[in-house]
Nanobody, 115 residues
């Protein structure tokens, strides 16, 4: 059973920074992709950033230039560095792992950006 545990969320003022971490219970080296999604009440979960097994990354237009996704295979952890945060970044952030056509989710971590 794959478990993903997010941490690093919290309350921050606009313009501030946070770094989210997602620790996996299995080796992420074999993951096809790891990603961060976010969701606000009443809206669909949306992709924020994705990192593929060969290292390429893709970002939502709304976070390009402000967020950076990275992975540490030795620690089985993926990170999301979030800079220049805006109130519209407020959401629950979820870690996602895809491996061998199976998809796994973390429990989510709340990020709140005050204006």
């Amino acid at each position: 059973q794959v478990q993903l545990v997010e941490s690093g969320g919290g309350l921050v003022q606009a313009g501030g920074s946070l770094r989210l971490s997602c620790a996996a219970s299995v080796s992420i080296f074999s993951a096809n992709t790891m990603a961060w999604y976010r969701q606000v009440p009443g809206k669909q979960r949306e992709l924020v950033a994705i990192i593929r097994s060969y290292g390429t990354t893709t970002y939502a237009d709304s976070v390009k230039g402000r967020f950076t996704i990275s992975r540490d295979n030795a620690k089985n952890t993926v990170y999301l560095q979030m800079n220049s945060l805006k109130p519209e970044d407020t959401a629950v952030y979820y870690c996602n792992l895809v491996r061998n056509q199976y998809t796994y989710w973390g429990q989510g971590t709340q990020v709140t950006v005050s204006s």
